[in-house]
């Protein structure tokens, strides 16, 4: 089956620790986005991606870094720049033919220890 | 910037018709959809609205009035599993959609 896979789906990060959240994708899709949220809350971008080897900061960017070598992978780094790490992480993508749907995967909640 | 509002909470009984209303102020404007995310799962698409009026998939409709940068999310035959979090997103062209703080949903026998 198709979809977006998520892990983990528990993760813990010590102070000053860089961790890292992995997003797959077998929906061949060209576009991927990192969202964050915090309870209650909406979701904010963090990064998004258009293509291969290329990305764009989103609302909330600072402390976090992402690569794009694949198609399929889209890696978020949460840095230990960012001090407030604590949310739920929400990786997505989309077809490159339209803008209206995104597929979202089952996310990652981060806690500091 | 760009801002989306949308009541916070809402309330109403199964079987009963209720009414989520989103309003945006963006820089551009392409389209509004509509996502609805239980407690601790992920949000799934509803929705979405390029052009002013209504569009039906089954118990859900929503419309659009871009005149009035405003729409709306109708649920109708509300069931027990409708209980969940319904957020309007804005696409505004940069290829990233801008999502509103999302609006409680809780339906009651």
């Known amino acids: 089956d198709g979809g977006i896979t998520q892990s983990p789906k528990y993760l813990f990060r010590k102070e000053g620790q860089n961790v890292t959240l992995s997003c797959e994708q077998n929906?061949?899709?060209?576009?991927m986005y990192w969202y964050r949220q915090d309870p209650g809350q909406g979701l904010r971008l963090i990064y998004y991606s258009q293509i291969v080897n290329d990305f764009q900061k989103g609302d909330i960017a600072e402390g976090y870094s992402v690569s794009r070598e694949k198609k399929e992978s889209f890696p978020l780094t949460v840095t230990s720049a960012q001090k407030n790490p604590t949310a739920f992480y929400l990786c997505?993508?989309?077809?490159?033919?339209?803008?209206?749907?995104?597929?979202f995967g089952s996310g990652t909640q981060l806690s500091v220890l | 910037g760009q801002s989306l509002e949308q009541p916070s909470e809402v309330t109403a009984v199964e079987g009963a018709i209720v009414q989520i209303n989103c309003t945006y102020q963006?820089?551009?404007?392409?389209?509004l959809s509509w996502y609805q995310q239980h407690d601790g799962g992920a949000p799934t698409f509803l929705s979405y609205n390029a052009l002013d009026g209504l569009e039906e998939t089954g118990r859900f409709s929503s419309f659009l009035s871009r005149s009035d940068s405003y729409g709306y999310l109708l649920l109708q035959e509300l069931q027990m599993k409708d209980s969940a979090s319904y957020f309007c997103a804005v696409d505004t062209g940069r290829r990233a959609l801008t999502f509103g703080s999302g609006t409680r949903l809780q339906v009651q026998p």
């Open positions: 963006t820089s551009g404007f392409y389209g």
């Open positions: 929906l061949n899709h060209d576009a």
């Open positions: 997505a993508s989309r077809s490159g033919a339209t803008n209206e749907k995104l597929f």
